[in-house]
Structure formats: structure tokens, C-alpha cells
């Protein structure tokens, strides 16, 4: 489904190089959370990889600490609408991720212009003496008139718009806000553009649940 419990930022990471995710098992303790999950750091093995191609960009995509929004029970989506701080749990995911990346070389780190994605980028930011960018272009779907509310309201509710959603979210996006396939038109030549910009370089990026999927 498209929807979950906030999962903590300890769970799973992913470098990307351009939009291939890199997948695989790792020795060690994992702890940068990518919303899909799809791979684990390979230390030695993406830095033979690394070796080889010195002018590709290699980027940690990391999703945002958890706000009380993402803890209620059941969770209510904030969309690009609400834009509050991160919970107490929130800050303590984000210094985690910031903790595992500090070993590595991060020559720069972005964010949503949302609090919650600024605020756990600067956790990371911090450890390498760095300063958040902004990248307007990734934040957060427009949940439209699904803002502020559950998903278990919106299934008694609005159960034919949302099983629309649940089938093909690319073409049946959120009721009066954007479908899966305009936020990719907006966030994909986004991180395009930032990762031409740091050939042979470590970055970081703070996004958002919707966003993170769509790359």
C-alpha cells in the first residue's frame, strides 16, 4: 500500500547513482532509512565502484525524522500543507542518521524546503561542517483535500477515490491534489540537476515519503 506506519530512520539506506539504486546485504548495522527500502550500504563494494567511475555522484536519499502527524495512531498526512517540526522521537532518528553517516565524505547536503526535512538535514549537515540547501522541486506531494486526515477516514469516506489511489496512484493521484506521476515530472529532473552538479562527489538528500518513492 501507499501508506504505512513511520518507520524509524534506522531501517535501510540507499546511494544513488543517477536513479539506479544499488541493493545488496551488508555486515554492518544499517541506520539511514530510505522510504522504499531498497537496498544497504556496501561499504567496500560501491567503493570499488567508486574507484572505477571518479566522475559519478553518489547520493545517500534519506527520509525525514518522524513528526507527531507521523506518530498518531493512525497516522495523518501532512502533505506540503502542514509543515511542522520533528517530534522528540523525530530528532533522535535524525541524529542517528546523522551518527552514520559523520564516518563518510559528504561534500554537501539537501533538503525540502519542509521543517520537518530541514531540521533532520541540518542534524546531518552539522557533522561535516556543511550548510542545507534547499531544492524547492522535492517537497512534498500535494495531498490535496486529503490533508489532515487518516487513511482510515479517507477508506470510510472516500472509498471509491481511494481504492482509485490504492490501484494506480500514477493516474488516480490525491482527491484535488497531485497524482505519483507529476510529482516524479517535477522531482526527477530535480535531483538530475543537483547530481550533474557534484560529479565525483558524496551528497545527501532529505526528502519526503512520496518523493523518496518516485525516484
Known amino acids: 500500500p501507499l501508506y504505512e506506519r ?4 534506522r531501517a535501510n ?5 543517477h536513479h539506479q539504486p544499488r541493493r545488496g546485504k551488508s555486515h554492518r548495522q544499517p541506520c539511514v532509512s530510505h522510504i522504499l527500502g531498497r537496498g544497504i ?3 567496500n563494494q560501491e567503493k570499488r565502484a567508486m574507484d572505477k567511475d571518479k566522475d559519478a555522484c553518489w547520493a545517500y536519499l ?3 525524522g518522524a513528526t507527531d502527524s507521523n506518530l498518531a495512531d493512525p497516522p495523518i498526512l501532512q502533505g506540503r500543507g502542514v509543515d511542522g517540526p520533528l517530534s522528540d522521537e523525530g530528532q533522535r532518528q535524525a541524529n542517528l542518521a546523522a551518527n ?8 554537501a547536503v539537501y533538503s525540502s524546503p519542509l521543517k520537518r526535512a530541514r531540521e533532520t538535514a541540518e ?18 506531494a500535494d495531498v490535496g483535500a486529503w490533508e489532515r486526515r487518516s487513511w482510515v477516514e479517507i477508506r470510510e469516506t472516500e472509498r471509491e477515490s481511494y481504492d482509485d489511489f490504492q490501484r494506480d496512484p500514477a493516474l488516480h493521484g490525491y482527491r484535488d ?3 505519483l506521476t507529476e510529482v516524479a515530472e517535477r522531482v526527477i ?18 526528502g519526503h515519503n512520496v518523493v523518496n518513492r518516485v525516484l
Open 6 to 9: 513511520y518507520t524509524p530512520a
Open 62 to 64: 534519506i527520509r525525514h
Open 189 to 206: 529532473p530535480a535531483i538530475d540537476r543537483v547530481m550533474q552538479a557534484h560529479r565525483g562527489e558524496t551528497i545527501a538528500i532529505v
Open 177 to 179: 491534489g497531485e497524482n
Open 123 to 140: 542534524f546531518i549537515a552539522a557533522r561535516h561542517s556543511l550548510r542545507v540547501k534547499t531544492i524547492p522541486e522535492i517537497i512534498e
Open 100 to 107: 552514520c553517516l559523520a564516518p563518510y565524505s559528504i561534500a
Open 41 to 43: 550500504i556496501q561499504d
Open 13 to 17: 539506506a540507499t546511494r544513488r547513482r
